[in-house]
């Protein structure tokens, strides 16, 4: 399972970059990017993509959740 994930993460770092950017470009668009879950990696991406391309119009957050024995 890790060489797949090792291959992956490259190409959806990419994809990432490619559609915030994307998304960016069109003024009559705002990009709401919520993070939460367990894939680190992508939200790490999302927190490096949203900073360059990001407009005021734009928003990330993050979900905190509890686990039940909190």
Not at 19 to 31: D, G, I, M, Q, Y
Not at 34 to 45: D, Q, V, W
């Amino acid at each position: 399972m890790m060489p797949n994930l090792l291959k992956t993460k490259p190409t959806m770092a990419g994809f990432i970059v490619r559609k915030v950017f994307s998304l960016t470009l069109n003024e009559n668009c705002a990009v709401h990017a919520s993070l939460a879950g367990e894939r680190k990696i992508m939200a790490f991406y999302f927190v490096c993509a949203m900073p360059l391309f990001g407009r005021e119009q734009d928003t990330l957050s993050h979900v905190f959740g509890m686990t039940s024995g909190a």
